[in-house]
């Protein structure tokens, strides 16, 4: 069999396995192609950066506690778990005239419009069938609404992501070097989805935009937060369609194999079990190492708008501002954030280098990781100091803004977390397609292999992370020490385990014109 999934003649002792295996990719596509298709990650990532920044407070006026909120959460990883490898599995044999990975990429866009807004509407439907519009009480059918539609969003990002990813490594053809300036061109734009996300969520007055978003049920935080989905569906659909107009695929027809008797392609759990069980060594250190670093991650991503509000301002939902000061600082926070993924996405391939691989660059960033998720305990403590003091002085009154050097220690540290995101973004997915490049096996189903190491920590820590939380007194820091530990265990791996990828091949552009000079 030839590198990069090509198909073996066939013959009476051919695995029915091996029949399945997916074309040779096609050749290298210009940077401008695959820019383009890179540049859906700025829609997808819109909408993720609203979910992150403003949905665990939404879902808790909606009179779900925090310690049920991380269960909601529960929808993406579980979804997740299933939608990508199947995605990937079908998109690596789709035969569909428009090509592999855009019918899929078309349909996840659609979806996610049809999601933004049952989510953005959840509340006025939930009143339409009887919910009452008091604050503070739960609101079982508005509930049933946001959830329905969130697993809808889910699954739609991960018909996207998968084969988005998938055809920017077909569309760097055998090109390590190129792939991995692919996936940071993906992180890039992740970054600048998150940067619009991030603003339009901070911004309090967005809703004049949309005079119809306030309604009897859907306060101003709400009718924020409907606007920010309209906008979010209105560039999705733009990019993608843009995308999917320009860039074109090369339909794959599946050649009739010679002198097979009956056997029959292995059904999709076949395959993924057998992937799984079947994992070059690579692939399995790059599984744990990407399992640990997720762990790190998804407590401080789930919950962090959440720890601005209650631990560095000292706000509760619902009562007085401090919370909403809070959640509306750590969106401005997370923008920040996104700015310093974006400028280390552009650097990421000239860090590499400087630190000698992109193992050592991975295990770096996960040491400055865990660093950060330490550093919240400081700067809680911290503001619990200075709250003390400030309402002593003022005769127990909570002030609404925490002390100047609390606040801009946690914008640093939003800032900060900016540099191992971008790596976490763009490394475990290019190393992926590279090592599955070698092995043999579909871009697809490798990727969502790997999505694997993402979404099964997310369970756990969507499953965990609330009654852990609760164990404690309530708040994130326990959460957020574990992901601590987590990300230095992983810098750990990485740094002895993880295999460096097989030296840069020539590209055939390089290829040819050496065979020109001779």
């Known amino acids: 069999m030839e590198g990069g999934g090509g198909l073996v003649k066939a013959d009476k002792n051919t695995p029915a396995s091996e029949l399945a295996q997916p074309p040779l990719p096609q050749p290298e596509s210009p940077m401008r192609k695959i820019i383009m298709v890179a540049s859906i990650a700025a829609g997808v990532q819109f909408g993720w950066a609203l979910q992150l920044s403003l949905l665990t407070p939404y879902v808790q006026l909606l009179g779900i506690p925090h310690t049920w909120a991380a269960f909601i959460w529960l929808c993406g990883p579980i979804s997740g778990m ?34 933004v807004f049952l989510i953005g509407f959840a509340a006025d439907i939930g009143h339409l069938s009887g919910d009452p519009v008091k604050s503070g009480i739960i609101k079982p059918r508005a509930i049933a609404v946001f959830v329905v539609g969130f697993w809808i969003l889910d699954v739609a990002n ?3 992501q998968g084969p988005c990813r ?15 300036t692919a996936n940071a061109a993906y992180s890039f734009f992740m970054a ?37 989905f309209f906008l979010s569906i209105l560039l999705l659909l733009t990019l993608t369609t843009l995308a999917l107009t320009l860039v074109r695929e090369t339909a794959w027809s599946r050649p009739e194999p010679e002198n097979v008797g009956h056997e029959k392609p292995v059904p999709f759990f076949g395959e993924i079990f057998g992937a799984l069980k079947d994992l070059p060594r690579p692939m399995r250190v790059l599984l744990l190492v990407t399992c640990l670093n997720w762990i790190a991650w998804f407590p401080f991503l789930l919950f962090d708008t ?3 509000g209650k631990e560095v301002y000292g706000g509760e939902v619902g009562q007085g501002s401090a919370y909403g000061h809070g959640v509306r600082a750590g969106a401005l926070g997370l923008m920040l954030n996104s700015v310093v993924l974006g400028f280390t996405s552009l650097a990421v391939e000239h860090l590499a ?10 295990g770096a960033v996960n040491v400055l990781l865990a660093l950060c998720l330490a550093m919240t305990v400081v700067i809680t403590k911290k503001a619990e100091s200075t709250r003390h003091f400030a309402m002593a002085r003022n005769g127990g009154v909570l002030p ?20 191992p995101l971008a790596v976490t973004y763009s490394i475990p997915f290019a190393l992926a397609s590279i090592f599955s490049s070698n092995s043999g096996a579909g871009q697809g189903l490798s990727l969502g292999v790997l999505n694997l190491a993402i979404v099964i920590p997310q369970m756990v820590v969507s499953v965990a992370s609330g009654p852990w939380d609760a164990l404690f007194g309530g708040g994130n820091l326990p ?6 530990v987590a990300a230095a265990v992983s810098a750990v791996f990485a740094f002895t385990m993880l295999p460096s990828p097989p030296p840069d091949t020539p590209s055939a552009k390089i290829l040819s014109a050496a065979a020109a000079f001779h």
């Open 166 to 180: 998938a055809l920017l490594a077909d569309l760097s053809g055998d090109n390590q070097r190129k792939t991995r």
């Open 82 to 115: 299933l939608v990508q490898p199947l995605v990937g599995y079908y998109s690596d044999r789709c035969t569909y005239r428009f090509g592999r990975r855009r019918p899929f990429i078309a349909a996840g866009a659609a979806l996610v419009a049809i999601a």
């Open 479 to 484: 959460a957020f020490v574990v992901g601590a």
């Open 306 to 308: 959440d720890w601005m």
């Open 192 to 228: 600048v989805g998150n940067v619009l996300g991030f603003a339009a969520g901070s911004y309090t007055h967005l809703h004049n935009l949309f005079p119809f978003s306030s309604t009897r049920a859907c306060d101003v935080y709400c009718a924020n937060l409907k606007s920010c």
């Open 353 to 362: 280098r400087a630190l000698g691989g992109v193992k050592r660059l991975w």
């Open 158 to 160: 991960n018909m996207l």
């Open 400 to 419: 609404s803004q925490p002390d100047a050097g609390v606040k801009i220690g946690a914008l640093t540290l939003f800032a900060v977390l900016g540099i």
